[in-house]
T-cell receptor, first 114, second 109 residues
Framework: ETGVTQTPRHLVMGMTNKKSLKCEQH?????MYWYKQSAKKPLELMFV???????ENNSVPSRFSPECPNSSHLFLHLHTLQPEDSALYLC?????????????FGDGTRLSIL | GEDVEQSLFLSVREGDSSVINCTYT??????LYWYKQEPGAGLQLLTY?????DMKQDQRLTVLLNKKDKHLSLRIADTQTGDSAIYFC?????????FGPGTSLSVIP
């Protein structure tokens, strides 16, 4: 599915680097999400944006900083990450943020912290 | 809070039917979803059902909802090797979507 596009697909970075993950949706949705998927752990919701306003922040460390400049784009800025932050980061979008419409996911960015 | 549970593994022979089960704790009226995740990819929406329905069929997929037992199942008829993936059930709960841990389906040729 090309409705939600994430770049890059793979990212290797050192703990002192700064990088950004990008997500773009072409579905005309109003809500966008960042999830973290680690091996052998449930999917973790990190951030929710509705109409470019952050509506949820699930106790995510400040080394992760989201940005939603418009309803089609979502970024996750990374700095001073830890090895335990290595995971698959998934972006999703939906028509609204109330759960009454299905979320559509991108293919994720596989992040490895050295 | 809401809990969504699934068994973690299922193994079936090619051509057989697969049944993936999901249980939940909150019984509020809502949407329930099934997603499929193949290796190296994101979650792909397979189907969804509203809680006023008992069953939904879409080609090889049949979703059954037992509201009394708070049980949701996904049946895949004539399972193929391409169906090998992780299957997530998810449920709306108080404006949030709660995902289960995923069931890894292995199809034996």
């Amino acid at each position: 599915e090309t409705g939600v596009t994430q770049t890059p697909r793979h990212l290797v970075m050192g703990m002192t680097n700064k990088k950004s993950l990008k997500c773009e949706q072409h579905l005309g949705h109003n809500a966008m999400y960042w999830y973290k998927q680690s091996a052998k752990k449930p999917l973790e919701l990190m951030f929710v944006y509705s109409l470019e306003e952050r509506v949820e922040n699930n106790s995510v460390p400040s080394r992760f900083s989201p940005e939603c400049p418009n309803s089609s784009h979502l970024f996750l800025h990374l700095h001073t990450l830890q090895p335990e932050d290595s995971a698959l980061y998934l972006c999703a979008s939906s028509q609204d943020s109330h759960g009454n419409q299905p979320q559509h996911f991108g293919d994720g960015t596989r992040l490895s912290i050295l | 809070g809401e809990d969504v549970e699934q068994s973690l593994f299922l193994s079936v022979r090619e051509g057989d039917s697969s049944v993936i089960n999901c249980t939940y704790t909150d019984s509020s009226s809502t949407y329930l979803y099934w997603y499929k995740q193949e290796p190296g990819a994101g979650l792909q929406l397979l189907t969804y059902i509203f809680s006023n329905m008992d069953m939904k069929q879409d080609q090889r997929l049949t979703v059954l909802l037992n509201k009394k037992d708070k049980h949701l199942s996904l049946r895949i008829a004539d399972t193929q090797t391409g169906d090998s993936a992780i299957y997530f059930c998810a449920k709306t709960s108080y404006d949030k979507v709660i995902f289960g841990p995923g069931t890894s389906l292995s199809v034996i040729p």
